[in-house]
């Protein structure tokens, strides 16, 4: 596996603009957001022969191919389990550059999340059918539990017990990430950050999350393109070399309701991802400068900070405390405002923003960035990665 | 649960269906008055329906009806008793076997099937006739209601000695769980009639659980009260959620053993939105731990959403959400 540290790199970002109602196809998005990475690169269509996506995207590879006019791929391929898959296209893109699969491989998501298809509504299809999946979720579905804040906040609850944690610590997660998004223009909540008094103010979703713990719904769709960190250094923007890259699940992994393992306050396919992560890249919590930390529910971004090492186990309530995680704290998490803040395109908007901390380019630059963590989807098997500079 | 059979209960019913069977038809009291408008009028406005071959004239002449005709759903309408059953009701073969079971403690009842065939339209002046066959008594039968029996019968309907109609019904004469007083309105559902005939078939509850032949003992067991944890036949390890393989000793040999009941909680969520098919909010979700030693997820009901804690001791229960499943749950109880 060390192998794969340092010989690729992220050489173009791109994206649409991030709304509730986009107009447009989720096809024409990808499109678009695939066509503004390239330019981003200085690469073209046709210097494109991989493309990877998520299982969950309803945008084949070879319709936005189509549409951007991309010609012969050499490597498609997609990653499971949701928002877990986003750091995990690019393990996949880059191990097929450094396996010489493929020489330029384009990452995307795209979605119509709040115009179309909305994650957070009861679906009572979840567990009509008897796949794997289907049955899993037959365990939880006839009792009303359904919903992904639900199924978060099922943990959430036992975290604060075995902690001590509340609904403040929570809270303060949200604080940070508006505080980020305020000074976004392309964050949805920008210009409007909020007070810890209205986030326990706002209503219940599932006790104990209030709708302040729960990120956004958003229509919007981001690319990346993946090379090799060599020919990334000749392209026109300065490479985010992917240091390290990973996926991890845990030992009675379910989606989003593991809860039938020994302990339900951490997130052990996150362990899996970490120890992976500082192990390929070298470094460790003290080497990175910023984390995008994956934000769907405020109480998980607690759980990272653990499974991650940057705090003991039941302490991240006391790192997040003071301003711990806002851009002058001791870990600046999110800069960009995270899916509480900027918009929620599963992830991969989170790796745009490491992308932009190690150029030096982002809204919310943190200062003297030479490393950047980012984390996939909790509560699911998830990925991630170490971008540096270079 | 127990099964509380009365072997002599069982034999004289036995007998007396057998007898009601061998009765055959037995022909009731006429419609008390002749298929007529107003009422087609009343009923098709109660229903919503608004086909004009009910209470059109013109428009029913020209249909392909070439008059008015009742709507064939009326059927029972015409011979119902009324509302002093007395003085209207015929004997039926079925009555004695419904007192019998009345009189020995199953007294619930709840109708499971209704299977109506027309033959024609009735018409304004026919006076149908109903007549009735006992065709069934099946039983002891454990459900998540209580313990009962099946029992069945067959009319057909004759306008002078044509038959115009046929029905199929079936009910269950139950004896009512002790354990399941209380009202449903945690989950959204009450429990099933306790005595009183039941309106009709429920609505279908929308949160299906997917099953297979790994799954499907759980299912089966909750139908019958009966909490069912997979146990692995070689090696003797209980699991929850169920699977093919046991991940210990990789047999796939299988068995389960019916839990206990008792329970606390050990986390739990109070939905509030988004609304949820088939449930009202707010509602608890929780994780349960088990004494056996397996956690299992089910709705904390009878118990306001504010009094569930991490710890409390539960008992499981049973609600029956439609016609065809039934879902363990969980009740607070004395440590």
Not at chain 1, 29 to 36: G, R
Not at chain 1, 311 to 339: F, K, S
Not at chain 2, 137 to 147: F, H, Q, S, V
Request: hydrophobic fraction near 40%; aromatic fraction near 8%.
């Amino acid at each position: 596996m060390s192998s794969l540290s340092g010989r690729t790199a992220v050489a173009g970002i791109g994206a649409t603009e991030f709304s509730k109602k986009s107009g447009r196809s989720e096809l024409r998005l990808a499109a678009e957001a695939v066509f503004a990475a390239l330019d981003d690169a200085g690469l073209s269509p046709a210097d494109v022969d991989g493309m990877v996506t998520y299982t969950q995207d309803a945008n084949q590879e070879i319709a936005v191919a189509r549409e951007v006019g991309i010609g012969d791929l050499s490597f498609f391929s997609r990653v499971h389990y949701g928002g877990g898959a986003a750091c995990g296209t690019v393990l996949h893109a880059a191990m097929a550059v450094a396996t010489g699969v493929a020489r330029t491989v384009v990452c995307y998501r795209a979605f119509n999340e709040r115009s179309g298809r909305r994650f957070g509504q009861p679906d009572a299809r979840l567990g009509g059918e008897p796949s794997s999946q289907g049955l899993e979720m037959s365990w939880h579905v006839p009792y009303g539990l359904m919903t992904p804040a639900a199924w978060v906040a099922m943990f959430a609850r036992r975290y604060m017990h075995a902690y001590g944690a509340t609904s403040e610590d929570f809270g303060r997660v949200a604080v940070a990430m508006r505080r980020h998004a305020a000074t976004n223009p392309a964050a949805w909540f920008h210009g409007r950050p909020i007070m810890l008094e209205e986030h326990q103010a706002s209503r219940w979703i599932v006790e104990p999350l209030h709708l302040l713990d729960c990120c956004q719904e958003s229509d919007g769709a981001v690319a990346l393109v993946v090379t090799s960190a060599e020919r990334a250094r000749d392209l026109r923007r300065s490479p985010a070399v992917i240091r390290a890259a990973a996926q991890g699940s845990g030992a009675g992994q379910m989606m989003m309701t593991s809860y039938y393992r020994d302990d339900m306050t951490g997130l052990p396919e996150m362990g899996v991802v970490g120890r992976r992560l500082w192990e390929q890249s070298g470094l460790g919590p003290s080497d990175v400068q910023a984390a995008i930390l994956y934000d769907h529910f405020t109480p998980f971004v607690l759980t990272q900070l653990e499974e991650l090492g940057f705090c003991g186990r039941g302490e991240a309530r006391d790192y997040v405390a003071d301003g711990g995680i806002e851009i002058d704290g001791r870990l600046p998490v999110n800069p960009h405002g995270g899916q509480l803040g900027e918009a929620y395109i599963h992830g991969m908007n989170g790796i745009a923003e490491a992308v932009r901390q190690i150029r030096g380019t982002s809204v919310n630059q943190v200062r003297d960035v030479r490393n950047v963590l980012v984390t996939a989807g909790t509560g699911v098997p998830t990925s991630g990665l170490v971008l540096s500079g270079g | 649960m127990t099964l509380i059979t009365d072997p002599t209960l069982h034999d004289r019913l036995t007998a007396l269906a057998e007898r009601q069977a061998a009765a055959g038809e037995v022909r009731g009291l006429a419609a008390a008055d002749p298929v007529n408008v107003p009422m087609i009028r009343h009923w098709a406005d109660a229903m919503g329906d608004a086909n004009p071959v009910y209470t059109d004239a013109e428009a029913a002449a020209a249909s392909v009806h070439g008059g008015i005709v009742a709507p064939p759903a009326m059927i029972q309408v015409w011979t119902m008793p009324g509302v002093n059953r007395r003085a209207r009701q015929g004997p039926t073969p079925v009555d004695d076997v419904l007192a019998m079971l009345d009189g020995n403690g199953y007294t619930g009842v709840v109708a499971t099937n209704c299977e109506q065939t027309y033959h024609r339209y009735l018409r304004p002046g026919d006076r149908p006739v109903p007549a009735t066959r006992f065709t069934g008594l099946t039983g002891p039968k454990r459900t998540a209601l209580g313990e009962g029996y099946f029992v069945t019968w067959n009319v057909t309907w004759y306008c002078d000695d044509e038959p115009v109609a046929e029905m199929l019904f079936r009910v269950l004469k139950f004896r009512p769980r002790t354990d399941r007083a209380g009202s449903g309105a945690q989950d959204g559902r009450t429990d099933s009639g306790t005595g009183e005939a039941s309106a009709g078939p429920r609505p279908p509850y929308p949160l299906r659980p997917a099953v297979n032949e790994d799954t499907a003992f759980f299912w089966e067991g909750a139908a019958q009260g009966e909490l069912r944890i997979q146990k692995c036949a070689d090696c003797g390890q209980l699991r929850h959620p169920p699977g093919p393989m046991c991940p210990s000793c990789r047999s796939a040999a299988r068995t389960h053993v019916v839990a206990s009941g008792l329970g606390e909680v050990y986390s739990y969520v109070v939905h509030h939105h988004p609304p949820v098919p088939g449930r009202q909010a707010p509602f608890v979700v929780a994780v349960v731990e088990l004494p056996e030693g397996v956690r299992i997820v089910g709705n904390v009901v009878d118990c306001p959403p504010s009094e569930v804690g991490i710890g409390m001791p539960l008992r499981v229960t049973y609600r029956q959400m439609d016609d065809e499943l039934v879902l363990p749950m969980w009740i607070p109880r004395e440590p």
